[in-house]
């Protein structure tokens, strides 16, 4: 279908939607660049448009294994961040918003944990209202457990569990991930009041579920 499409023809609307299909929703991310750069081409393109255009751009490039494409991406980002702060405007913020969680995420997709910590522990700071603090939340505890800090991970797939608990998608893999870094890090009943890291696991995975079951 790509191949028949005339690209230069196509409006502002299409070029976006599917060059952002591409970015985000297949195996071959590379091929929305065209997309974006066609619409970024354009002198009489609006300039949400080309912010759109930008971070779709930014999105693609970051999943690349290619690691010069990935830091082209991460510097994409931190130039909409730099744009973005200082702005009042409602479109601004919003962009804004976007950027620090694309530039957490862009950080662990290039195996940057410490940095990708440290941009999700900035946002959720920042933006207590922000539109990506679930998605930031779990990023925050893979990044930490990609770093090695399992307690940290532990803890933090326990809060995105506990504070997203009706968003599925966020709920259903931090229980998960928290049950299997308990078995991992397998602890003993270190005091009386204290339960085994085993128990954790089970009553976790049976509290999850049993509210499943309630919905």
């Known amino acids: 279908i790509q191949k028949s499409l005339d690209i230069k023809s196509m409006t502002p609307f299409a070029l976006k939607k599917l060059g952002a299909y591409l970015a985000e929703k297949t195996d071959h991310p590379e091929d929305a660049i065209p997309y974006f750069e066609e619409l970024l081409s354009r002198k009489n393109a609006g300039k949400a448009d080309l912010v759109e255009a930008r971070f779709g751009l930014a999105l693609a490039l970051s999943r690349s ?3 010069a494409q990935q830091a082209k991406a991460l510097a994409m980002m931190t130039e909409l961040v730099t744009e973005a702060q200082g702005r009042t405007t409602a479109d601004s913020q919003k962009a804004l918003d976007q950027a620090r969680y694309y530039l957490s995420q862009f950080n662990y997709n290039a195996g940057n944990y410490a940095e990708a910590i440290k941009q999700a522990l900035d946002y959720l700071t920042k933006f207590p209202s922000g539109n990506f603090r679930p998605q930031v939340n779990m990023l925050l505890a893979q990044s930490y457990e990609k770093s090695g800090d399992i307690d940290a991970a532990v803890a933090g797939y326990g809060q995105a569990a506990l504070t997203y608990m009706p ?36 009553t976790t995975g049976k509290s999850y579920v049993t509210w499943g079951q309630s919905q």
């Open 167 to 202: 968003m599925v998608r966020i709920s259903a893999p931090a229980t998960e991930n928290m049950m299997k870094l308990l078995r991992q890090r397998n602890r003993a009943k270190p005091g009386l009041d204290q339960p085994s890291d085993k128990y954790l696991a089970y």
């Open 65 to 67: 294994a290619d690691k």
